[in-house]
């Protein structure tokens, strides 16, 4: 059976350390091991029984050989039910398809996300200090220098609010 | 006195706010908004560095 070889197949504690679920999928993963478990050991356990019933032994014994007969009968015309899985298993193959897809997706926005991170780290770890930086540096890495600059010029005002509070100046006045 | 013969004292005048125009312009365009870029890239990192 396709089903039984594929779960079979599963590692079930690389599963949970190397996608590195927590808490409530964990539980649920474990449970449905659990359930998976019980289901195979109770197949193995009844496919060991015996299939065969002995009605020349029951016919000896019995009085009562129409109820063997009835029996009998019957369990020739027994057909295991069975049923039409193919459906849920398309159902879960293309749930996985997406799993996977969304997944997939998922990676490439992660990639994206950690190279711009670490262009952002290698571009702090190689920052120079502001001692060695020039105005015209600061002022392309913050546009907003240069439009207040306009700003204060064409108001005609050669000072900055704020600056005299920080700084002082070297005015004797 | 040279600089009450009328060429001469129309000549300093002239001069004087030609350079004076000269002054206040290169002032207001070039020397100034530097300052001002300066003391506002300064007053930008002091923000930065909090």
Redesign the interface.
């Known amino acids: 059976m396709a089903a039984r070889s594929a779960a079979l197949k599963v590692d079930w504690a690389k599963i949970t350390t190397s996608l590195g679920l927590r808490g409530q999928t964990v539980a649920g993963l474990q449970a449905f091991k659990k359930r998976n478990d019980d289901v195979r050991r109770k197949v193995q356990q009844l496919s060991e029984l015996p299939t065969t019933v002995d009605f020349a032994h029951y016919r000896s014994v019995l009085k009562n050989q129409a109820v063997v007969d009835e029996i009998e009968k019957r369990f020739t015309a027994f057909k295991p039910a069975t049923y039409d899985v193919s459906r849920q298993l398309k159902a879960i193959d293309v749930f996985e398809a997406e799993a996977v897809k969304n997944a997939e997706a998922t990676k490439q926005k992660v990639d994206l996300e950690l190279k711009d991170l670490e262009k952002t780290l290698a571009n702090i770890e190689s920052a120079r200090p ?1 001692e060695e ?1 020039t ?1 015209d540096e ?2 392309a890495a ?1 546009p ?3 439009e ?2 306009a700003k ?2 064409s108001k005609g005002r ?3 609010p ?2 005299k509070e ?2 002082g100046d070297l005015s004797v006045l | 006195m040279p600089q009450l013969v009328p060429f001469y004292f129309v000549n300093e005048i002239t001069f004087t706010f030609i350079i004076l125009a000269i002054t206040v312009y290169i002032l207001s365009k070039y020397i100034l908004p530097r300052f001002v870029r300066l003391f506002l890239s300064r007053t930008f990192i002091s923000k930065l560095l909090g």
């Open positions: 502001f930086l105005v600061v002022a913050e907003s220098i240069d207040k600059t204060l010029v050669w000072s900055v704020g600056y920080k700084f």
